[in-house]
């Protein structure tokens, strides 16, 4: 029903910057919900930040302040715009959607596949 496709993740030194897009495809005619992962310990998922069809946005403590999430409403892909990156943030970035697909009622919640963000010398 709906894919999603991460990208823009790659090898950067500390400090650096990285920005990731979540790119949906599918007939969405509703978008409720994004929401940026990142695989911590035990294959455990970590809010790094989220964005609702009504434009709130909500940051996870370690990405406030150096993250921003946005949102192509014309064309739907979603983007984190990663500042002074740290070690800390190296992991495996998930993206999450919920949407209405077609004509359908109930909303479709939907992951991609990840990408993979390291932050080192």
């Known amino acids: 029903q709906v894919q999603l496709v991460e990208s823009g993740g790659g090898v950067v030194p500390p400090g650096g910057s990285l920005r990731l897009s979540c790119q949906a495809s599918?007939?969405?005619?509703?978008?409720?919900?994004m929401a940026w992962y990142r695989q911590v310990l035990g294959n455990e998922l970590g809010l790094v930040a989220s964005?609702?069809?009504?434009?709130?946005?909500d940051y996870g403590d370690s990405a406030k302040g150096r993250f921003t999430i946005v949102r192509d409403t014309a064309k739907k892909p979603v983007h984190l715009q990663m500042h002074s990156l740290e070690s800390e943030d190296t992991g495996v970035y998930f993206c999450?959607?919920?949407?209405?697909?077609?004509?359908?009622?109930?909303?479709?919640?939907?992951w991609g596949q990840g990408t993979q963000v390291t932050v080192s010398l």
């Open positions: 599918g007939d969405i005619t509703s978008f409720f919900a």
């Open positions: 964005i609702t069809g009504g434009g709130s946005i």
């Open positions: 999450n959607v919920v949407v209405r697909v077609g004509t359908q009622t109930t909303p479709v919640r939907s």
